[in-house]
T-cell receptor, first 112, second 115 residues
Framework: AQSVTQLDSHVSVSEGTPVLLRCNYS??????LFWYVQHPNKGLQLLLK??????LVKGINGFEAEFKKSETSFHLTKPSAHMSDAAEYFC??????????FGAGTRLTVKP | DTEVTQTPKHLVMGMTNKKSLKCEQH?????MYWYKQKAKKPPELMFV???????INESVPSRFSPECPNSSLLNLHLHALQPEDSALYLC??????????????FGNGTRLTVT
């Protein structure tokens, strides 16, 4: 069965330090990959997507993600965390058969 | 601001009430979705409409009844709900369900409490 794994349920960083949120997926078919952010009591906002073009994808708010086929990973990074980045982050994968799965989510805490 | 609008933002209803959630998008998207999200969990897919036809029903109880009156509107009719149905209900749209790289665009959700 196809699956998405976010390796950390909670990540805590200090403001101004780098952020790394990890996502791995099963690789039965060529996927499209997305990262979404959800602030409390809000809907999900698209940060970025990978769709078989460049393997390094730039998104909004300074976030990037790198697609590594050999590792079946799509980790989300940001060089310098801001207090406003504190939120829940979801990795989402859609396979060619249109099966789409959400990861369990990673809660990012940013300390002053 | 989101391009998918959901109303109401909050809803409290008793177990015998009938209410409806509404969702609207004007991006010309042809696929629309209902998701249910419990606290600290990812969204769970409930229904998918593609070109105004129901294409996926994820074994949702019949007390939830979706409706797609036209390509811009999606409703979720609620009747005889249970307290465990309390959750954030999210509407989403995408350009076309068949386009794998077409992202979902989410509304801000309706926070439903069943008393």
């Amino acid at each position: 069965a196809q699956s998405v794994t976010q390796l950390d349920s909670h990540v805590s960083v200090s403001e101004g330090t780098p952020v790394l949120l990890r996502c791995n997926y099963s690789s039965s078919y060529s996927p499209s990959l997305f990262w979404y952010v959800q602030h409390p009591n809000k809907g999900l906002q698209l940060l970025l997507k990978y769709t078989s073009a460049a393997t390094l994808v730039k998104g909004i708010n300074g976030f990037e993600a790198e697609f590594k086929k050999s590792e079946t990973s799509f980790h989300l990074t940001k060089p310098s965390a801001h207090m406003s980045d504190a939120a829940e982050y979801f990795c989402v994968v859609r396979w060619n058969n249109n099966d789409m799965r959400f990861g369990a989510g990673t809660r990012l805490t940013v300390k002053p | 601001d989101t391009e998918v609008t959901q109303t109401p933002k909050h809803l409290v209803m008793g177990m015998t009430n009938k209410k409806s959630l509404k969702c609207e998008q004007h991006m010309g998207h042809r696929a629309m979705y209902w998701y249910k999200q419990k606290a600290k969990k990812p969204p769970e897919l409930m229904f998918v409409y593609s070109y105004e036809k129901l294409s996926i029903n994820e074994s949702v109880p019949s007390r939830f009844s979706p409706e797609c009156p036209n390509s811009s509107l999606l409703n979720l009719h609620l009747h005889a709900l249970q307290p465990e149905d309390s959750a954030l209900y999210l509407c989403a749209s995408s350009q076309d369900r068949g386009l794998g790289d077409s992202p979902l665009h989410f509304g801000n959700g309706t926070r439903l409490t069943v008393t």
